[in-house]
Nanobody, 115 residues
Framework: EVQLVESGGGLVQPGGSLKLSCVASGFTFSRYPMRWVRQAPGKELEWVSSIDSSGSNPHYADSVKGRFTISRDNAKNTLYLQMNSLKAEDTGMYYC????????RGQGTQVTVSS
């Protein structure tokens, strides 16, 4: 059974930073690309960033390019998202997903950017 546990969210002022983590289990983490997605209140799920199984070739949505950095530690079965220069429009629930099973989702971690 795939388990994804996100953490690291919180309340931060505009311009601030947060680092999200996602600990994965139930599959061979190192073999699969991973992604971060987010959902703002009243809006659809939005893709944020992806990374391949080796940790190379990161891709970002235009809205976060230059501000967010995705990375992974395959020895720790953990995916990260470093978020800098946060904006109010970054507010939402953030989830990690695995290419092993894109329907499996954890509880998410809430990011709120507000002054």
């Amino acid at each position: 059974e795939v388990q994804l546990v996100e953490s690291g969210g919180g309340l931060v002022q505009p311009g601030g930073s947060l680092k999200l983590s996602c600990v994965a289990s139930g599959f061979t983490f190192s073999r699969y690309p991973m992604r971060w997605v987010r959902q703002a209140p009243g809006k659809e799920l939005e893709w944020v960033s992806s990374i391949d199984s080796s940790g190379s070739n990161p891709h970002y949505a235009d809205s976060v390019k230059g501000r967010f950095t995705i990375s992974r530690d395959n020895a720790k079965n953990t995916l990260y998202l470093q978020m800098n220069s946060l904006k109010a429009e970054d507010t939402g629930m953030y989830y990690c997903l695995s290419a092993y099973d894109l329907t499996a989702r954890g509880q998410g971690t809430q990011v709120t950017v507000s002054s």
